[in-house]
């Protein structure tokens, strides 16, 4: 096997040195790329140890690091906004540079559910149907109606909401149980505009309470001695009281298949998980003074790494006289050591800049202001 040549103490870094290329056409990456060889290198006692590495192995550590600290960074970025980002739109070519404002509509979102059961919100449509009453016929299966009305296929099911089967308001009564009775009240005169809209009335203004106690009464009557409308609904079976005469009964109903739907309407194409949020690896220039210490040092625990699997491979070396024993295993365990260090260290650091976490700082801040201020003599005024 030929001899390969070993790191000289120089490198000459040009676009297309690095595995992928992701920071090779950015000028402060290509300016820093020599330095971090040096650095590297000198870390690991060259010149007067010898290096065997060449400078591409120094180039693909350096952009690993970039990259792992990019990942670190937008990571937890997704972790604290993907309640915010789910559902968006992915047109937008990144967010790397973009503030995230929360908001709240991936909660609404789930809570519209709950909505949709009440027919107050959701996304399930609630329809509006009627059926044909027969004359003495108490029960009408449903679904048959909507099987054969409403276009549901034999696999789907509807769900009845809400039955329009009931009396007439006794607010539209014209004449109540109680209208010249001796109450000193005369009944509605169309005439004057009041027919089929308020109970009997008298010439007195009354006051509101006295308007609601005469409509329960009017539905008390009715309901002790009149026959009752009301419904009993049993899988989808209807069974209506009294015995009906011939007319038409309207109800709204939802159908089960737009309720099981798993897809949340207008979210299509959308950030549907965290591995498609709209995040790219991070520009180096724009990287501070923090975070490119932080990627030489774990270059630097990548360079290690590296070169205690290059000297691994010769456990001892033969020299006159006697056989030298390489460190590989100890590069290798100290760069393991440093790489999760350092990983912690920056995670430890993102978290502590989260948005909890500054604002139980804040909060923290203010109450300490306010024992301060509490201190300061208060000046007594005199008149």
Not at 158 to 184: H, N, Q, W
Not at 338 to 355: F, H, M, Q, V, W
Request: net charge negative; with cysteine.
């Amino acid at each position: 096997m030929a001899n390969i040549a070993i790191y000289d103490g120089t490198s000459r870094f040009y676009p297309g040195s690095t595995p992928f290329g992701f920071y090779d056409n950015d000028y402060q990456f290509q300016t820093d790329a020599d330095k971090v060889v040096t650095f590297c290198a000198r870390r690991l006692g060259y010149p007067i140890e010898n290096i065997e590495l060449q400078d591409i192995n120094f180039y693909a550590a350096f952009e690993e690091a970039v990259t792992t600290y990019g990942n670190e960074i937008y990571a937890y970025k997704v972790r604290q906004d993907y309640l915010s980002l789910e559902g968006t739109s992915k047109t937008t070519t990144t967010l790397n540079t973009d503030v995230i404002q929360p908001n709240l509509s991936s909660i609404i979102r789930m809570s519209q559910q709950y909505g949709e059961e009440a027919g107050v919100g959701g996304t399930v449509t609630w329809y509006t149907g009627s059926l044909l009453l027969t004359d003495n016929k108490q029960d009408y299966d449903l679904n048959q109606w909507a099987q054969a009305s409403a276009s549901i296929s034999s696999t789907d099911r509807i769900e009845i909401k809400r039955v329009f089967y009931e009396s007439t308001p006794a607010i539209v009564r014209y004449f109540d149980p109680y209208a010249g009775s001796g109450l000193g009240l005369s009944n509605m005169l169309d005439q004057f505009g009041f027919g089929a809209s308020a109970p009997a009335v008298d010439y007195m203004l009354m006051p509101l309470n006295f308007d609601v106690q005469r409509i329960q009464a009017i539905e008390l009557n009715d309901a002790i001695r009149k026959s009752q409308f009301s419904f009993e609904l049993v899988n989808n079976v209807l069974r209506i009281f009294p015995i009906p005469k011939e007319g038409k009964l309207r109800f709204e109903y939802i159908k089960n298949s737009e309720r099981n739907s798993i897809t949340a309407p207008g979210t299509s194409g959308g950030v549907s998980n965290v591995s498609n949020v709209p995040y790219k690896n991070p520009t180096y220039t724009e990287i501070n003074s923090i975070g490119r210490q932080w990627i030489f040092e774990y270059t630097l625990s990548i360079v290690k790494e590296v070169l205690g699997y290059v000297r691994g491979k010769y456990g001892t070396i033969p020299i006159p006289g006697a056989e030298v024993t390489l460190n590989h295993a100890d590069l290798i365990t100290a760069a393991t050591a440093e790489k999760g260090a350092l990983l912690e260290r920056l995670r430890g650091y993102l978290e502590d800049t989260s948005r909890e976490k500054l604002l139980e700082r804040r909060a923290l801040e203010a109450d300490y202001k306010q024992k301060e201020l509490n201190l300061v003599p208060q000046p007594i005024f005199v008149g």
